[in-house]
C-alpha cells in the first residue's frame, strides 16, 4: 500500500500553459484569465459520418458506476457491436477495506482493494464479451499530457473489442476529505495517483484541475468518440439529515455521490475544450452525442426497469463483485466482494434497479419542410445540427452546423402556425469550476422563415434565481397552442415545473410556477387536446401529477416508474418496475422500458413509440407492435412524426448519422 495522498499547494501554472486556452466554444477555466464565453455561433464545418466510425467512451468516478448507472444503455450499444472504452478517474481505493459477508473485517489494504476492483471489471467485461471472467488481458501503459501514465487494459473477441483505463486518482485526502470535489474547487490543489497492487504503471503522477482537465480531453482527442456517457453534472437538490446523508454516501444537499458530480462536472469541461481546441485548430466540430446517467438519485424515486431488463443488468455486476473462493489469477482480490451474488438486488438503496438520463427527451426533432422532405435537428459536438433529407424517403445529408453551443443533450421544440420552427435548449452559459460561474440557461433559436435559415440565438433566461439552483434546470418541452402561442416547460431545482409562454408577437412572459407542491421528476409530458387546451403530465412520488392550461386537476392518477408521455391530453405511463405500458384505455401492448413518444393524427389515430425489453425501437398502431431490427445501435432514443407518408421514425445511429424507418 502507498503512503497517503499529500495535497498541496503550489503557484499558479506559468504562462507557457496557457497556450492551451480554448478560442472558442465554452466556457473553460484557464490559468490567470478568465474564461472564454459560450459561443453560439453558426457555420462551423462538422466532421463527415464518412471519415468516422462509431465508438462509445464512458467517462466514470469509481469501477462500477457505469455497471450501475450506465446500463442497459452501455450494454445495447456494445451488444450492437459498437467499441467501447471506459476510463474510471479514481483508484475507487475507499477505505482499502473488501467487505467478505459473514467474515471479520481485513486490514486496509487500499493498493489491493483497487487491483480487486479493476479485477471485478475485467471478469464483468470478459462475460460481457461472451468470454470466461478470468480470460487473460493485454495490460499496458497509456502515455498522457503532461507526462502522466495510465493504465489501459484491452479485450476483444468476435469482433467486438473493450478498452478499461485507469487514471488512479484518489478518493480520498489524509482528512477524509473527498478529494476530487475540492480538485474541482481549488485550482492549486495537487493529488497524487495511487498504484493499485500488479499495476504495469509503476510510478505515481500528480493531477492538479488543469491537469486533469487537459487529460480527459487528450483522451477524447485519442479516441475520437462517436457516443459520449458521462455521470450527473446537476444532481437534484436532496434535503436529509447527517446520518442519513452519511449512510447513503451522498454529498451534502445532493442526491448523489460527490465523486460522481465532480468527474462528470470535469468531463463536460473537457468536452468543451475538445470542442474548442478543433475550432482553434481549424478542425472540423468533433460528431459526438452525449449522454449524462443519474447516480444515486436511482434510490430517492420509483423504480423504472421491468424484470427481464433488471435480470440482465444485474447479471453484469456479479462477475464484477467476484467471490473470494474464485481463482482469477490476481493476488489481491477477484472482485468487489461486498457486491458480489444477489448483493445488487437486495440491497436497500436500489441503485441497479432504475437507469436515468439527466436530460430525459434528447431525442431528434423533426419538421416538415414546405417540399415535403422532413429536417431532423439534434445535438453533435454540443452544438444544435439540422440534417435534412436529400429527398423524401430516408436519405439523409450531411448535418448543418446551427451553433448554440455548449448544449446539453435535449432539445425542446414547437412548430409555429406559418409552419417555422423554434429551438428550445439548455446552455452551459460557464462551467468555470475553481470557485468560478457554473451557469446554465435555456436558449431560443427562431426559424426566419418555413424550412429557411434561423435567427440568432436568443437568451431566455432561468427560472432559478443564483448559479447553483440554476444549475438543477430540467430538459425544455414546448407546445403550441391555438392562436399561435407556445407554452414552455422545464423542472426546477424543487421539482417542480416552471413555464413562460410566448405570444403570438413573439413576446416572452415571466417565468412563472405551475401550482402543486409534490415534487415530480424530469421528462414532462405536454399535449393539446381537441378543445386547444395544453396538458401537462410530470411523474409524481406518489402520483402522475397533471395541470390543464396552467391549473393543476385534482384527480388522482396513479404513479408512474418513469417519465410519461402524452397525446390529445391522454397519458401514457409504466406502472414501478412494470414492462406494461399504459394508456386512456388500459394496456397499449407496447411493453418495454425507458422513454415513450405518443403521438395522434387523423388518419392513424394514436401512434407509440418506445423501447422494447431488447433496448429495440417499436411502434404500437392500428393493434400491431412493429420492432425495427436494423444492426448497429442508437445513440439516443428515436423520434416519431405523422405525415402524408403515415408514420416516420428517425433515430440517431452510434455513428452519429439519422436513419430513418417507415413501420
Known amino acids: 500500500m502507498q503512503p497517503p495522498t499529500r495535497p498541496r499547494r503550489r503557484a499558479v501554472l506559468t504562462a507557457a500553459l496557457a497556450a492551451t486556452a480554448t478560442a472558442a466554444g465554452c466556457s473553460v477555466p484557464e490559468p490567470r484569465r478568465s474564461a472564454p464565453t459560450a ?5 462551423k464545418p462538422i466532421a463527415s459520418a464518412r471519415t468516422r466510425r462509431a465508438l462509445l467512451m464512458q467517462f466514470a468516478a469509481h469501477p462500477d458506476d457505469d455497471l450501475y448507472f450506465m446500463n442497459p444503455d452501455s450494454q445495447r450499444l456494445f451488444d450492437a457491436g459498437v467499441p467501447l472504452v471506459s476510463v474510471y ?10 467487505r467478505i459477508a459473514g467474515m471479520p473485517e481485513a486490514p486496509p489494504d487500499r493498493a489491493a482493494y483497487s487491483a ?9 467485461y470478459a462475460v460481457a464479451l461472451g468470454l470466461p471472467p478470468f480470460t487473460p488481458w493485454r495490460r499496458g501503459t497509456l502515455a498522457l499530457p503532461g507526462g502522466r501514465r495510465a493504465e489501459v487494459d484491452v479485450l476483444a473477441h468476435g469482433g467486438r473489442r473493450v478498452e478499461l483505463v485507469f487514471l488512479n486518482l484518489p478518493m480520498h485526502t489524509p482528512r477524509r476529505y473527498t478529494a476530487l470535489p475540492a480538485l474541482w474547487e481549488d485550482r492549486a490543489l495537487e493529488l497524487r495517483t495511487h498504484l493499485p497492487a500488479g499495476s504495469p504503471v509503476t510510478r505515481a503522477d500528480t493531477y492538479d484541475y488543469d491537469g486533469l482537465v487537459g487529460v480527459l480531453t487528450g483522451l477524447l482527442a485519442r479516441y475520437r468518440p462517436t457516443v459520449v ?19 447513503d454516501s451522498e454529498q451534502p444537499g445532493y442526491a448523489d455521490h460527490g465523486d460522481h458530480t465532480a468527474v462528470a462536472r470535469f468531463t463536460w469541461a473537457a468536452l468543451c475544450r475538445r470542442v474548442s481546441d478543433a475550432v482553434r485548430d481549424g478542425e472540423p466540430i468533433p460528431a459526438f452525442t452525449t449522454t449524462a446517467f443519474r447516480g444515486y438519485y436511482n434510490r430517492h424515486w420509483p423504480k423504472n426497469l421491468p424484470p427481464e431488463v433488471l435480470k440482465e443488468k444485474a447479471a453484469r455486476l456479479v462477475p464484477y463483485g467476484g467471490d473470494p473462493s474464485w481463482r482469477c489469477g490476481n493476488p489481491s482480490g477477484c472482485g468487489d466482494y461486498g457486491v ?7 440491497n436497500r438503496k436500489g441503485w441497479v434497479r432504475s437507469t436515468h438520463h439527466r436530460w430525459p427527451g434528447a431525442r431528434p426533432v423533426l419538421a ?13 459536438g454540443l452544438r444544435a445540427v439540422r440534417w435534412r433529407e436529400s429527398a423524401p424517403g430516408g436519405v439523409w445529408g450531411e448535418p448543418e452546423d446551427l451553433g448554440g453551443g455548449p448544449l446539453a443533450p435535449a432539445l425542446g421544440s414547437a412548430v409555429l402556425p406559418d409552419g417555422r420552427v423554434l429551438l428550445l435548449g439548455v446552455r452551459f452559459a460557464a462551467l468555470d469550476g475553481h470557485g468560478g460561474a457554473d451557469r446554465r440557461e435555456v436558449v431560443l433559436l427562431e426559424q426566419r422563415s418555413p424550412g429557411g435559415p434561423f435567427l440568432a440565438w436568443r437568451g431566455l433566461g432561468n427560472p432559478e434565481r443564483g448559479d447553483d439552483r440554476g444549475r438543477r434546470l430540467g430538459s425544455p418541452v414546448a407546445v403550441a397552442a391555438p392562436g399561435g402561442r407556445v407554452h414552455l416547460f422545464v423542472r426546477n431545482a424543487d421539482k417542480r415545473v416552471s413555464t413562460r409562454v410566448r405570444a403570438a408577437d413573439g413576446s416572452w412572459g415571466p417565468w412563472r410556477t405551475l401550482p402543486g407542491a409534490e415534487e415530480v421528476q424530469d421528462g414532462l409530458a405536454v399535449s393539446v387536446d381537441a378543445a386547444g387546451r395544453v396538458h401537462v403530465y410530470a411523474a409524481g412520488r406518489e402520483s402522475v ?6 391549473r393543476e386537476r385534482a384527480e388522482r392518477l396513479p404513479l408512474s416508474g418513469s417519465t410519461v408521455a402524452s397525446a390529445d391530453g391522454g397519458l401514457f405511463h409504466r406502472p414501478p418496475a412494470d414492462a406494461r405500458l399504459l394508456g386512456p384505455a388500459g394496456d397499449t401492448g407496447l411493453d418495454g422500458y425507458g422513454e415513450v413518444v405518443a403521438a395522434r393524427s387523423a388518419a392513424l389515430g394514436t401512434v407509440l413509440l418506445g423501447t422494447d425489453p431488447r433496448g429495440r425501437t417499436a411502434v404500437r398502431a392500428g393493434g400491431r407492435t412493429r420492432v425495427r431490427t436494423a444492426k448497429g445501435g442508437a445513440a439516443a432514443p428515436a423520434a416519431l412524426h405523422l405525415g402524408a ?11 452519429g448519422r439519422p436513419w430513418s424507418w417507415q413501420p
Open 39 to 43: 459561443d453560439p455561433a453558426p457555420g
Open 545 to 550: 401529477r397533471h395541470w390543464v392550461d396552467g
Open 340 to 346: 458480489g451474488g444477489d448483493r445488487p438486488l437486495t
Open 368 to 380: 416538415e419542410e414546405p417540399d415535403g422532405r422532413l429536417a431532423a435537428y439534434g445535438v453533435l
Open 229 to 247: 456517457h458521462t455521470l450527473d453534472p446537476d444532481p437534484d437538490v436532496q434535503h436529509s439529515d447527517e446520518a442519513t446523508r452519511r449512510r
Open 89 to 98: 478517474v479514481t483508484a475507487g481505493e475507499h477505505t482499502g477495506v473488501n
Open 645 to 655: 407518408r403515415g408514420a416516420t421514425v428517425v433515430g440517431l445511429g452510434a455513428d
Open 116 to 124: 480487486a476492483r479493476h479485477q471485478g471489471l475485467r471478469q464483468s
